[in-house]
Structure formats: structure tokens, C-alpha cells
């Protein structure tokens, strides 16, 4: 059997055994994301994405937010990457758990909390505290 390299590997475990990673992980992050994204608009903050690209000193520890909020699924997304390339493997490559994870769990969590908040505010603009 030949050395496949990252991008190979990757693509070959998505497309192979496991493919109920690729709705199961992204729905928990969109569950969350949605939960998060009303709590961010009940407190009249703004949308996640927007707040860490537009807030210079306080942009690490949003990010390090979002990972803390976002911990469980992408610690479930990482055990489940490992025990399916175990599996298919017969060895785990973690940087490769980590990649899949950011891309199926990180990413739409965080878009989803953004879209979420935004959608809050102009359905219920009268329940909006406002931060100062």
C-alpha cells in the first residue's frame, strides 16, 4: 500500500466509511451556533464574525471564546475522526482530526451564531438590551 499525503487522506475519509460524521457534526455545531446567536442578540452584541474581524485587541480571546463555546462538538469531532481513521487506518493522524474538525464543526458554528444574531435582532428589535 503506497503513502497517500494529507489532502488525499482527507478526502478519502470523508467519502469513505463514516459519511454520518458529515451531518452529524455540522448539525450540532448549527444547534449550537443558533443557541449561542440568540444569547449574543438578547445582549445587543454584535454578530461573532463580525466583532473578531472588526475588534483588534480583544480578537484573541473572541477566538479563544468560540473555541471554549464550541469545545464539545469539536472535541466529539475529533474522537470521532480518530476512532474512524483508527479503523480505516489502523493508525490516527491528528492533524488531519483537527482540519476535518474546524471545517465540519469551528466554521459553521461560527457562522451560524453570526447569521443567527443577525436574524434575532430584526425579528425582535424590541428585545434587545444594549451593551455599553
Known amino acids: 500500500m503506497r503513502d497517500i499525503n494529507f489532502w488525499e487522506g482527507l478526502v478519502r475519509d470523508l467519502s469513505g466509511k463514516g459519511q454520518f460524521r458529515l451531518i452529524l457534526q455540522p448539525a450540532m455545531a448549527l444547534f449550537l451556533g443558533l443557541r449561542l446567536g440568540i444569547a449574543?442578540?438578547?445582549?445587543?452584541?454584535?454578530?461573532?464574525?463580525?466583532?473578531?474581524f472588526t475588534t483588534r485587541h480583544e480578537r484573541w480571546g473572541l477566538f479563544k471564546q468560540?473555541?471554549?463555546d464550541a469545545a464539545m462538538p469539536l472535541i466529539l469531532a475529533l474522537v470521532m475522526d480518530g476512532i474512524l481513521q483508527y479503523l480505516t487506518l489502523h493508525h490516527i493522524r491528528p492533524l488531519q482530526a483537527v482540519v476535518v474538525g474546524a471545517f465540519l464543526v469551528w466554521l459553521p458554528f461560527v457562522m451560524t451564531r453570526g447569521l443567527t444574531n443577525r436574524i434575532w435582532k430584526r425579528s425582535?428589535?424590541?428585545k434587545v438590551t444594549r451593551v455599553t
Open 40 to 52: 449574543d442578540a438578547k445582549e445587543g452584541k454584535a454578530p461573532f464574525l463580525f466583532r473578531l
Open 66 to 68: 468560540s473555541l471554549s
Open 124 to 126: 425582535h428589535p424590541g
